[in-house]
């Protein structure tokens, strides 16, 4: 499985972005799999922003963009989508995704537990 990330930019503070990562390959259980989103900004360590359970699209949030963020998959065009809104300087980093194409054994909020990664696309927020 490869992924492909897109979406990524420069906004203002309180702007909305979407990015989106598109799933190729064959080896993706659509009933087990999970699609994460994490970022990493310099100097830090990656964090967990957001997964979704394919199946039956159950979502899993990191504190810091709950009420903010949404993520979602399109079963028809294999991708998983983050809309990102009320930006702030915070959120600007490098956004990955990630897919556990067996499914998770253990929480989707650990890096661990996928298996194919998307190349990152830059976000950046002005304040």
């Known amino acids: 499985v490869q992924l492909q990330a897109c979406g990524g930019g420069s906004v203002q503070a309180g702007d909305s972005l979407r990015l989106s990562c598109e799933v190729f390959g064959r080896n993706f259980n659509r009933y087990r799999a999970a699609m994460g989103w994490f970022r990493q900004a310099p100097g830090k360590e990656r964090e967990f922003v957001a997964a979704i359970m394919w199946s039956d699209g159950t979502t899993y949030y990191g504190d810091s963009v709950k009420g903010r963020f949404t993520i979602s998959r399109d079963n028809a065009k294999l991708t998983a989508d983050l809309q990102m809104n009320r930006l702030t300087h915070e959120d600007t980093a490098v956004y990955f995704c990630?897919?556990?194409?067996?499914?998770?054994?253990?929480?989707?909020?650990?890096?661990?537990?996928?298996?194919?990664w998307g190349q990152g696309t830059q976000v950046t927020v002005s304040s």
């Open positions: 990630a897919a556990a194409t067996r499914g998770p054994s253990g929480t989707v909020r650990h890096p661990s537990q996928y298996n194919s």
